[in-house]
């Protein structure tokens, strides 16, 4: 008896080791579940974060900005847009119509003032000497070919007015499409465009057509 009552704390001992271990490699296992849990939380969050962010970065390039852009300098809202080959093209538009313009315009004033002078005949302005033709003298314009030159003159003046009016329009015209193109670019920017385009023959086993009585077909498939 005296053994075994001897023998009891170290039944007691052995037993109390056995729990504290249970309850470490429980604990250690509970803490690892929760790490795990933890991890996963971590990388949805991650997830949500890049969504996010992602969601953020397509917002922020804003259609609006690019037509203000573009509204305050022709070209720069295609470079907000990172569409740089489009704007020498832009400004080569641009420099034509006012290289257009800038002609039209000279040559109007001096046909208006030379139509002008002509109708006056005043001896100190006679600006139409510098339009006669090289075959004609200034005394033929103004007595054999007056009517001729007077028509020819008012021809030449409207002919370039309308060529500087349509130049001025052909700018604003520029100008506008410059905004149009930005803010196009702008609503196409995050457009997702794959590449991924193929076609899959495969052959099929159709209902048994009532004439041939033949199941076999072929389907096609598109992938976008």
Do not use: C
């Amino acid at each position: 008896m005296d053994h075994v009552l001897w023998r009891w704390p170290a039944i007691l001992k052995g037993l109390a080791v056995i729990i504290l271990t249970l309850g470490i490699v429980s604990n250690s296992l509970q803490a690892q579940q929760n790490n795990t849990s933890d991890s996963v939380a971590i990388e949805g969050n991650e997830t949500t974060i890049e969504e996010a962010f992602r969601n953020k970065d397509e917002k922020v390039h804003s259609p609006h900005k690019a037509t203000f852009y573009s509204a305050i300098l022709p070209g720069l809202g295609q470079a907000y847009n990172k569409k740089y080959w489009k704007i020498p093209l832009l400004y080569a538009g641009i420099g034509g119509m006012a290289y257009g313009l800038h002609f039209n315009s000279t040559n109007y004033i001096k046909y208006k003032n030379a139509y002008r002078d002509f109708l006056i005949r005043d001896p100190g302005n006679k600006s139409y000497e510098h339009v006669i033709p090289p075959t004609l003298t200034l005394e033929e314009v103004e007595t054999t070919y007056a009517d001729w030159f007077e028509q020819a003159l008012e021809n030449k003046r409207e002919y370039y007015k309308r060529y500087r009016d349509l130049s001025y329009i052909g700018m604003v015209a520029i100008y506008v499409l410059n905004m149009m193109d930005a803010s196009v670019d702008a609503h196409f920017y995050n457009f997702d465009v794959s590449d991924d385009l193929s076609m899959d023959v495969r052959p099929v086993m159709l209902d048994p057509d009532p004439i041939s009585g033949n199941p076999m077909g072929i389907r096609l498939s598109f992938k976008f």
